[in-house]
């Protein structure tokens, strides 16, 4: 697989050849997206209620977004790997956002961090580029800010809210991101803000006018519960591993396993 570097992004976007990102929270997880030919692993904040079983993203805390991305990275060591800042982890002050984006670079090798925010994060993305830290945007809809949103709702509905994300998206470009998720947002306008700015656009239910896509491992391996519109189930692992554990307790408790072959 070839070598993924912040300038595959741009040439994608040039050559409208299409990215592929999902989010990974371990070693396996991320080996086995890495040598289906995924372009980026995304060790996303959602590892919160995917992986530890919080309600949202908000918990999380930089020490287990650093241990997570960590196991990414050794999983897949050659994977071009984002490490996703947690809530709060950025927002309190500019230095405190520099030291925590520091250490995914310095500490667990991550490739570059991703972080939420349009205009309003301008300044600290131009911060954490100039000290030689590639960042990822993320607007649309803001799942840190579930809180003061009222819920998980679409963005971009209204011209103004539209005007505003487009508005979003080239303040960040001109600030250095380079490349910027827009999610949950109408296609329309999703593919609109990917005409108007030269970085690619990364959707996550914001339809296919988007440079590329980004879906949740657990979605996509069918093993949540819930499946949001924007997700597609290409496998129901989660009733596979159900299966597997009632015959493997099935066994146990008759009295077939184990047999000879798995004794020694």
Known sequence: MAEITVNT????????????????????????AYEAGIDILLAGDSMANTALGFKNTLP?????????????????????????MP????????????????????????????LEGGADHAPLIAKLVNAG???????????????TSGGYKAAGKTEDAARQLLEDARKVEEAGAF???LECMPADVAAEITAAITIPTIGIG??????????????????SSFTPRHAKHYAEIGE????????????????????KENSF
Do not use: W
């Open 133 to 147: 830290i590639p960042v990822m945007a993320h607007i649309g809809l803001l799942p840190q800010k579930v809180k």
């Open 60 to 84: 999380l805390s930089m020490e287990e977004a650093l241990f997570h991305t960590a196991a990414v990275k050794r999983g897949a060591p050659d994977a071009f790997v984002i490490f996703d």
């Open 240 to 259: 596979i591993m159900r299966n597997a554990l009632k015959q493997y307790a099935n066994d146990v408790r008759q009295g077939t396993f184990p047999g």
């Open 179 to 181: 490349s910027v998720v």
């Open 9 to 32: 992004f741009h040439k994608r976007k040039n050559t409208n050849e299409k990215l592929v990102m999902v989010t990974a929270y371990d070693a396996i997880g991320a080996a086995a």
């Open 87 to 114: 809530f709060m982890s950025y927002q309190i002050s500019d230095e405190e956002a520099l030291r925590n984006a520091a250490r995914a670079i310095k500490e667990i090798n991550a490739d570059a961090v991703k």
């Open 206 to 223: 914001s339809g296919a006018g988007c440079s590329g896509q980004v879906q949740v491992l657990t979605d996509v391996l069918g093993l």
